[in-house]
C-alpha cells in the first residue's frame, strides 16, 4: 500500500521498507504491518492527543518520570511545550515498559525501534504467520481458559516483581500467538502502564487487570468467579515478599485484627483525589 504520511519518514531513514497493510486503527494508535529486510513487524502509529480518548487522565500519569524540571513546570502549567513533552512522555511509556518487562521474562511483542511517535515491535502471528488475534475474537474450553487465565496471572506477577503495572489489561489487549507449536498470551498496549511503587493508584489498577482477567475467563470456566487473585497478589507485594515462585491460591483471606486493606485503599484514594481536586482549583 501507500505509505502514510506518518511512516514516510521511518522509510528515508531506512527504518523499514515497505507498509504491507493496515492492522487496526484503535482509540489510540494505528498499527500497521511493515516490511524491514526480510523480516515483516509492525508500526504503531499513535494518534495526537487531540485525537485520543480517555487514558492519559490524572491517576496514570502521576509520578511519571520526566527529565527536568523545567518540563515538569511547564506539564503542570499546560503550555504548549508542555504538552508537547506530556505527549513525548507518553508515548515513550510504551516503549520503556516493553524494554523493562521483555527483560523480566513477560512475554511482550519485542520492541526494535521507537522514533517520530512510531514504535516498531515485534508482529505477533498466529500458527499460519498472520497477525495473532487478540482473546475477544478466541473461544477457549474450560481446560484452556483456567491454563491461559494461570499464565497471564504470571505474567501479572512477573510485571509487578518489575515495578510495573498494566493499567488497561483485558481480552482487548492480549493477543493468542503462536510459539513452538503452543498458544501462548502475549500482553500490549503499554502507553499507560505504571510505576508501581510511585503511583498511588497502582493498587486499584492491579486489582481491575486482574478482576478483567477473571470476568473474561470465568465465561468459559465458571469456577474462577469466586477466585481473588488480585488482593492476594498485592498483599504479598505491599508486604514485599512477591516473587515469580510465590504459590498463589486464588483466596485471600483478612487476617483478624489486620487492616482491611480494601478500604484503606479507598480512604487513600479518596484523599488523593481531592487533593488534586484542591490543586486544580487553586490553578
Ligand atoms: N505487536 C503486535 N502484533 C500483532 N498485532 C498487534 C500488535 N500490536 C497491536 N496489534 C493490533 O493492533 C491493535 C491495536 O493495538 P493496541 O496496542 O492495543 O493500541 P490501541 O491503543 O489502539 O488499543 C491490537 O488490538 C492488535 O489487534
Ligand atoms: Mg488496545
Same mark, same amino acid.
Given at each position: 500500500?501507500?505509505?502514510?504520511?506518518?511512516?514516510?519518514?521511518?522509510?528515508?531513514?531506512?527504518?523499514?521498507?515497505?507498509?504491507?497493510?493496515?492492522?487496526?486503527? #484503535?482509540?489510540?494508535?494505528?498499527?500497521?504491518?511493515?516490511?524491514?529486510?526480510?523480516?515483516?513487524?509492525?508500526?504503531?502509529?499513535?494518534?495526537?492527543?487531540?485525537?485520543?480518548?480517555?487514558?492519559?487522565?490524572?491517576?496514570?500519569?502521576?509520578?511519571?518520570?520526566?527529565?527536568?524540571?523545567?518540563?515538569?513546570?511547564?506539564?503542570?502549567?499546560?503550555?504548549?511545550?508542555?504538552?508537547?513533552?506530556?505527549?513525548?512522555?507518553?508515548?515513550?511509556?510504551?516503549? /520503556?515498559?516493553?524494554?523493562?518487562?521483555?527483560?523480566?521474562?513477560?512475554?511482550?511483542?519485542?520492541?526494535?525501534?521507537?522514533?517520530?511517535?512510531?514504535?516498531?515491535?515485534?508482529?505477533?502471528?498466529?500458527?499460519? #504467520?498472520?497477525?495473532?488475534?487478540?482473546?475477544?475474537?478466541?473461544?477457549?474450553?474450560?481446560?484452556?481458559?483456567?491454563?491461559?487465565?494461570?499464565?497471564?496471572?504470571?505474567?501479572?506477577?512477573?510485571?509487578?516483581?518489575? #515495578?510495573?503495572?498494566?493499567?488497561?489489561?483485558?481480552?482487548?489487549?492480549?493477543?493468542? #500467538?503462536?510459539?513452538?507449536?503452543? /498458544?501462548?498470551?502475549?500482553?500490549?498496549?503499554?502507553?499507560?502502564?505504571?510505576?508501581?511503587?510511585?503511583?498511588?493508584?497502582?493498587?486499584?489498577?492491579?486489582?481491575?487487570?486482574?478482576?478483567?482477567?477473571?470476568?473474561?475467563?470465568?465465561?468459559?470456566?465458571?469456577?474462577?468467579?469466586?477466585?481473588?487473585?488480585?488482593?492476594?497478589?498485592?498483599?504479598?507485594?505491599?508486604?514485599?515478599?512477591?516473587?515469580?515462585?510465590?504459590?498463589?491460591?486464588? !483466596?485471600?483471606?483478612?487476617?483478624?485484627?489486620?487492616?482491611?486493606?480494601?478500604?484503606?485503599?479507598?480512604?487513600?484514594?479518596?484523599? !488523593?483525589?481531592?487533593?488534586?481536586?484542591?490543586?486544580?482549583?487553586?490553578?
Amino acid at each position: 500500500m501507500k505509505p502514510p504520511k506518518r511512516l514516510q519518514a521511518l522509510i528515508e531513514e531506512g527504518l523499514i521498507d515497505t507498509v504491507v497493510r493496515q492492522l487496526m486503527s #484503535g482509540k489510540e494508535a494505528t498499527v500497521f504491518v511493515v516490511r524491514c529486510g526480510d523480516e515483516t513487524r509492525c508500526a504503531k502509529v499513535y494518534k495526537e492527543a487531540t485525537e485520543r480518548s480517555f487514558r492519559q487522565a490524572v491517576d496514570y500519569t502521576e509520578n511519571r518520570k520526566v527529565k527536568n524540571t523545567r518540563q515538569a513546570r511547564a506539564m503542570a502549567k499546560g503550555t504548549r511545550f508542555g504538552r508537547q513533552a506530556q505527549e513525548a512522555a507518553w508515548q515513550s511509556a510504551e516503549v /520503556d515498559a516493553l524494554y523493562r518487562l521483555a527483560d523480566a521474562g513477560v512475554r511482550v511483542p519485542k520492541p526494535y525501534n521507537f522514533c517520530d511517535g512510531v514504535l516498531i515491535m515485534e508482529l505477533v502471528t498466529d500458527e499460519n #504467520g498472520d497477525a495473532a488475534p487478540r482473546l475477544n475474537d478466541v473461544a477457549f474450553s474450560p481446560e484452556q481458559a483456567r491454563r491461559h487465565h494461570a499464565t497471564l496471572l504470571l505474567e501479572v506477577v512477573r510485571m509487578l516483581c518489575a #515495578g510495573v503495572v498494566h493499567g488497561d489489561l483485558s481480552e482487548f489487549n492480549i493477543l493468542l #500467538g503462536h510459539e513452538s507449536g503452543v /498458544d501462548c498470551p502475549v500482553i500490549i498496549d503499554l502507553p499507560q502502564a505504571v510505576d508501581a511503587a510511585g503511583n498511588n493508584h497502582a493498587s486499584r489498577m492491579l486489582l481491575r487487570d486482574v478482576a478483567n482477567l477473571r470476568a473474561y475467563f470465568t465465561q468459559f470456566a465458571p469456577e474462577l468467579r469466586s477466585t481473588d487473585y488480585g488482593l492476594e497478589i498485592w498483599d504479598l507485594y505491599q508486604r514485599g515478599v512477591l516473587q515469580t515462585e510465590s504459590v498463589l491460591t486464588g !483466596r485471600f483471606v483478612q487476617q483478624a485484627g489486620s487492616v482491611d486493606m480494601r478500604s484503606v485503599m479507598r480512604e487513600i484514594d479518596d484523599a !488523593r483525589d481531592e487533593e488534586s481536586a484542591r490543586l486544580i482549583r487553586m490553578g
